[in-house]
């Protein structure tokens, strides 16, 4: 499919004895892309990082990495290196010592050690702090730590288990930015293992969904958050209002949907779609906006302030069925809607998207 | 805490409850260890004059250990008696915990398990096999006679410095691989991962990454075994007779055949403060094992 795939999984499947945790996978990991793979816990994402690295051998299926098999070769001898969920740095060895390590056990000569080690700790910020210990260290300070120490041994892709999770809010934010900028400044793969979709959406080229050990949608954030193929990923990247429906025709991607609201036009990309299919129709909450004179007619029962934007409430005028939740934007002059008020909602067809009920899978 | 501290001291004298702990944690302690102590080092500052104890303050005992040639000797072949044993024990403790660590659960358990056997059995009973292994017809000298290695039985396994130094070793080795081992199983596996995920091998990862985080381990084994070895007189003389003789059985002959009590009790604070600096110099690893 993609010649310039550096690392390529093919038909991964891995069972842990009776039970089955991955199943099926395809995936090509590009020279130099932020691969992002997202998914809940059990998903069988960090099953996947542990068997590129080679922690863990496939059951099934084979990695590549330039077309060479990788079965059998041992975790030390990859050309790959990872950032650990919990660091895994070394306590009884200082920052420099521990950025060192991948160099020393190379048998490098010390001054060229030496100097690798001070231009990699400039690059991640931490000049000042080479002989630290990791316990003197605050949690970010740690994960550059744990980034140095990959990034030092030139690898052709950096696996990074859930390095977010210990940090906290406005720190992970900061590190989305600082692992985004290090990849594009690095020009490696990065393969980013996360259950959170705002660090994937904020840093990923593509992201892997994952479900119950299957790949359920790979796209570009884009992709994923304005075409979800399921109801699992539509409900997964943030928050999705789902009509229930029946597919009554089909255009090249557009196509007409019945719903209790009346017949919609939307966007499709699931192949199989047909005529008769059931299908959700998912609307987020950003694109819905209240129109003076056309559009479906909804009666308001809920308006919440939340800072930026003010949430809304409503449902069907007719049948007090359909609830659909939108945004709008706040400020001194707009005019609030009040619950009970009568509106009309409308949307763009292009912002509307039908997706499969059920599984991408089945 | 936001406690005015003089609400925190009138806490401490009032409350009866604290009285008690601190008397369980701090005045026990001071009867029962450090009483003896401090009237053994009284003793040593007296002395036995034909037989009768003079409660006199003097420097006399600590003059004959230190103008002693025999004393020093025995002393000096002791210590290099007891370090050797240290050694020993160490290294190969060191060998069995590592191996046991790298077992699965379950199998680790049971040998741990297996090598902490010999803590549950009386210490007696313990020399009385080691005897019975090295003795004149013991079970070393009948195989190496079945085997046609040796035409008569080895006479240097048994009462002899060699026999001091297989027995203390034997009995100690439990105390020196227990400590090893839960510094090792401590260790948090993925460093070793870590390790090998920078390309380090097995030898890196016990090398720079294992022993370091085993060292407080090593240290205590070593602590462990030294001061256990220097103090034991009963095994010296089980297994020592005539021809190996330590420190500690000289202490022993001092109370318990010359009835010297003085002199003895200043031997035996040499010993003691021998112990301590053991443990003194252990307390100063700790920096060892740290590399900046």
């Not at chain 1, 793979?37 to 059990?42: D, V």
């Not at chain 2, 680790?108 to 020399?127: G, N, Q």
Request: charged fraction near 15%; proline fraction near 5%; aromatic fraction near 10%.
């Amino acid at each position: 499919m993609n010649d310039s795939a550096l690392l390529r999984l093919e038909n991964i499947g891995k069972d842990f004895g009776p039970v089955t945790v991955l199943n099926g996978i395809d995936l090509e990991i590009a020279s130099n892309e932020f691969l992002t793979i997202l998914g809940p816990s059990g998903s069988g994402k960090t099953t996947i990082l542990r068997m590129i690295g080679g922690f863990d051998q496939p059951t099934r299926g084979r990695i590549t990495l330039n077309g060479k098999d990788l079965h059998g070769l041992p975790i030390n001898r990859r050309p790959f290196n990872t950032v650990f969920q919990d660091y895994a740095l070394f306590p009884h060895y200082s920052v420099r010592r521990n950025v060192a390590y991948g160099l020393v056990v190379r048998g490098l000569p010390r001054a060229v050690i030496d100097k690798r080690v001070e231009d990699t700790l400039k690059i991640v910020g931490l000049e000042s702090y080479a002989t630290r210990l990791p316990h003197e260290l605050s949690g970010g300070q740690r994960q550059r730590v744990a980034l140095a120490r990959a990034i030092i041994c030139e690898p052709r892709v950096i696996l990074l288990d859930e390095p977010l999770a210990a940090l906290d809010v406005t720190l992970r934010a900061q590190m989305c930015r600082f692992l985004k900028d290090m990849q594009r400044r690095l020009d490696v793969a990065f393969v980013f293992i996360t259950h959170d979709q705002q660090e994937a959406i904020a840093m990923s080229d593509r992201i892997v969904v994952m479900r119950d050990g299957c790949i359920e949608q790979i796209g570009t954030p884009e992709t994923i958050y304005a075409s979800p193929n399921s109801r699992f990923v539509a409900g997964f990247f943030g928050e999705n209002n789902l009509i229930d429906g029946t597919v009554v025709s089909i255009d090249v991607d557009h196509c007409l949907v019945d719903t209790a609201i009346g017949r919609l036009n939307c966007r499709f990309s699931a192949l199989g779609l047909a005529a008769g299919r059931p299908v959700h129709v998912a609307l987020r909450p950003e694109i819905i906006g209240i129109s003076p004179d056309e559009g479906h007619s909804f009666t308001i029962k809920d308006v919440q302030f939340s800072g930026p934007s003010i949430m809304v409430e409503a449902a069907d005028a007719a049948t007090g069925a359909v609830p659909l939740r939108f945004r709008i934007q706040g400020g001194k002059t707009a005019q609030l809607p009040k619950a009970g008020d009568l509106v009309n909602l409308t949307w763009s067809v292009e912002d509307a998207f039908a997706l499969p009920a059920g599984s991408a899978h089945g | 805490m936001p406690y005015p501290p003089g609400q925190l001291m009138a806490n401490r004298t009032i409350s009866p409850q604290r009285w008690l702990v601190n008397f369980f944690c701090l005045g026990v302690p001071t009867l029962f260890v450090l009483a003896p102590i401090g009237s053994f080092i009284l003793y040593s500052f007296w002395q036995n004059q034909n037989g009768e104890l003079v409660r006199e303050l003097t420097l006399e005992n600590y003059q004959a250990f230190f103008s002693d040639n025999v004393f020093l000797g025995v002393f000096v072949q002791t210590i290099a008696l007891c370090l050797g044993a240290t050694l020993v024990n160490v290294v190969t403790g060191y060998a069995i915990a590592l191996f046991a660590a790298r077992r699965s659960p379950k199998l680790r358990f049971a040998m741990i398990l297996l090598f902490m056997l010999p803590l549950f059995t009386s210490y007696i009973i313990k020399i009385y096999a080691v005897r019975g292994i090295l003795g004149h017809r013991g079970v070393l000298n009948e195989l190496l006679l079945a085997a046609g290695l040796i035409d008569q039985p080895v006479t240097a396994f048994i009462f002899s410095q060699t026999a001091i130094f297989i027995a203390l070793v034997v009995l100690y080795l439990p105390f020196a691989i227990l400590p090893i081992y839960l510094a090792i199983e401590r260790i948090p596996e993925n460093l070793g991962v870590a390790s090998a995920d920078l390309g380090g091998g097995a030898f890196d990862e016990l090398w720079r990454i294992v022993l370091p985080l085993s060292m407080p381990g090593v240290v205590i084994a070593a602590v462990f075994t030294f001061v256990m070895t220097l103090g034991d007189f009963v095994a010296p003389q089980m297994v020592g007779g005539t021809g190996g003789f330590t420190f500690g059985r000289i202490v022993f002959t001092q109370f318990g055949v010359a009835l010297n009590w003085p002199l003895g009790a200043a031997l035996a604070v040499v010993l003691l403060f021998t112990a301590l600096a053991a443990v003194g110099l252990a307390g100063l690893s700790s920096r060892w094992s740290t590399a900046r």
